[in-house]
């Protein structure tokens, strides 16, 4: 069972394959120890992103910077990566770009606060995970027992790491809650906003 947050993830057949980095830019990347995290948030994208965080930490202990472009996606490959980020010994700093919403937040919440660093038109939405209920009544029932146990944990987590009451944050995630980057800074999602590589 996934939840996702709010987003539909059926591929639009239209919609055009987007374009993979090439083996030398890859190798660039990898030996500049960045990871990039655009697009929709989904098993497929938690693969990779683990995949890379976990060569770029046998490679050495040196920092680890996460570029993060997405509207969010399915909450487990967000959990997957937020914890990804936890568990690897190098420090990581993530930097937003564009918008960060939703389990893309989720992610972006892994990093210490000061390691949490944004570019000055990103903008930023908090808000609950959603799951799509099916089936038996037996089976509903049990799925909108474990939304209710994620919202909670999410909630949980953007408390810890933005040091708002917990009363606060169940409040401002009850609707979706957009932010620019200078209201993250102030509501503790953010550390602090750079405008240059040499600011990170």
Known sequence: MQFAFGLDDEKDPKKPEEAKPSEAME?????????????QIDMKLANAVTAKMIAL????????????NSPGGHLESGDTIHDIIKFVDCPV???GTGWVGSAA?????????????????TRFLLHQPSGGAGGQ???????????????????????????QPLEKVIK??????????????EYGVVGRIITSMGAI
């Open 172 to 185: 401002d995630t009850e609707r979706d809650h957009w932010m620019p980057a200078d209201e993250a800074v």
């Open 93 to 95: 700093k993530i930097i």
């Open 27 to 39: 190798e660039r990347l990898f030996k500049a120890r960045s990871v990039f995290i655009f697009g």
């Open 137 to 163: 009544a037996s089976d509903i029932a049990i799925q909108a027992k474990e939304i209710i146990k994620a919202k909670a944990r999410i909630q949980k987590v953007i408390a810890e790491a933005t040091g």
């Open 57 to 68: 930490a046998q490679d050495g202990k040196d920092e680890i910077r996460v570029f993060i």
């Open 105 to 121: 937040a989720h992610i972006y919440l892994s990093a210490p606060k000061e390691n949490r660093l944004a570019l000055p038109n």
